[in-house]
């Protein structure tokens, strides 16, 4: 197998903090909630009425009149976030990338927005459906937008793993670019999910919270629902020195599996064993580790599994390690969750930050990790974690490491 070193040149996001990275990570470090009243298109009788959204996004403004009426406000998150790190990474936009270049995106729903408009315009309205509507909604019309924006001609496709998409197609982009397969790939996570249908049918399954995300408080009552875009260019080490540019991280390691248990319900032995596989791929031992940003739903049972997991894989190093979830700030973002963290992530370890996990008056005893206060802490920091624990069993664990490592 080809070793090559994966490094990152390049970020964007948009999320409920606005457009662009600096943004979303000033409100993680600062921890400041994101988190607003509900606004949907529709009539919304929802009892909760929170969510951390995307405010003010004009898709004909940031994409214009030839691509707008093609996407759906996940694709055209994706798009705006992606030239943003496209322009970090120092590509030309206007190049087209070609066939050494991959455009994968990760979303558990896709075109959420269109598939609510349209039930509400052909039950209720009594309207024809736009023109438009099936390529609006297909999740594959993210990852196609980025090939033809970027010219590129490489493998192009959407990763569906529900809050595990984001993470998993950055680390099955990691995974090609290592093999030799591309060079490079412009791949992250998107997901434009506050709509009035999603809302209610999150609320049906109790795992909302009224007031406010309180990842492994005692009295923890659910997540907030939030949605948005990050983006990376990751590419070759060599590929990246070769054409001047700066790498902001190396992405050193990632690991996949599946509980093959349960619908609904985590396992902490599953959970453990991905977080071990991405520290056997990076080659780096449990204490190498000094921060994780967890999944951290706050709802019961994902944070006591969660906890779990990490006690299992780290033992004693587990009482050193700083762990926050920073979902009380941008919400549960599902399939865009993962890519957003890990942006999160890959900005603590270039700060030395550990961002703060918010809402906790009483840790519940079940999670005994060491959890950030509710003010960040700075502390050097060799290697970052980032986990995505997703509905069905699907988990996926990143790790990042400073770019001028040896």
Not at 22 to 50: F, N
Not at 203 to 209: I, K, P
Not at 356 to 378: F, M, Y
């Amino acid at each position: 197998m080809n070793h090559r070193r994966v490094v990152v040149t390049g970020m964007g996001a948009v999320s409920a903090a606005g457009n662009g990275a600096e943004l979303l990570w000033r409100a993680a470090r600062d921890g400041k909630s994101c988190t607003g009243p509900v606004a949907v298109r529709q009539p919304y009788g929802g009892r909760i009425k929170i969510s951390a959204q995307v405010r003010d996004f004009d898709i004909e403004a940031l994409l214009g009149p030839k691509i707008a009426p093609f996407s759906d406000q996940f694709t055209a998150y994706a798009l705006v976030a992606a030239d943003e790190a496209v322009a970090q990474a120092g590509l030309d936009p206007e190049a087209r990338q070609g066939s050494r270049c991959a455009a994968l995106l990760g979303t558990g729903i896709g075109g959420m927005n269109t598939v609510d408009d349209g039930i509400f315009n052909v039950y209720f309205a009594n309207k024809r459906p736009e023109a438009l509507t099936v390529p609006r909604l297909i999740p594959s019309a993210g990852p196609s937008q980025l090939s033809m924006r970027f010219g590129a001609t490489g493998p192009c496709f959407a990763v569906a793993s529900a809050c595990s998409s984001g993470s998993q197609a950055v680390g099955l982009a990691f995974q090609m670019i290592r093999a030799g397969m591309i060079d490079r790939a412009i791949v992250g996570g998107s997901e434009a999910c506050v709509t009035n249908g999603s809302m209610r049918a999150w609320e049906s399954l109790r795992v909302l919270t009224p007031d406010f995300c309180r990842p492994f408080a005692k009295n923890r009552n659910g997540m907030v629902l939030g949605e948005g875009a990050a983006m990376f260019v990751i590419e070759a080490e060599e590929i990246a020195m070769a054409r001047g540019a700066t790498p902001l991280a190396v992405l050193a390691g990632y690991g996949t599996n599946s509980d093959a248990l349960d619908p609904v319900r985590p396992d902490a032995a599953s959970a453990s064993a991905c977080i071990d596989m991405a520290l056997e791929d990076a080659g780096l031992r449990p204490q190498d580790i000094d921060y994780v940003n967890a999944h951290g739903t706050a709802t019961v049972m994902n944070d006591v599994t969660e906890a779990d997991a990490l006690n299992r894989t780290f033992g004693a190093h587990v009482e050193k390690l700083l762990v926050s979830s920073t979902k009380p700030v941008h919400g549960h973002a599902l399939g865009a969750g993962g890519a957003l963290e890990l942006l999160i992530s890959i900005m603590a370890l270039r700060e030395n930050i550990a961002p703060p996990n918010l809402n906790v008056e009483i840790q519940d005893p079940q999670c005994a990790i060491r959890l950030v206060g509710p003010k960040a802490v700075e502390t050097p920091m060799r290697a970052v974690l980032s986990n995505s624990f997703a509905f069905g069993g699907i988990n996926a664990s990143l790790i990042v490491t400073p770019a001028a490592s040896a």
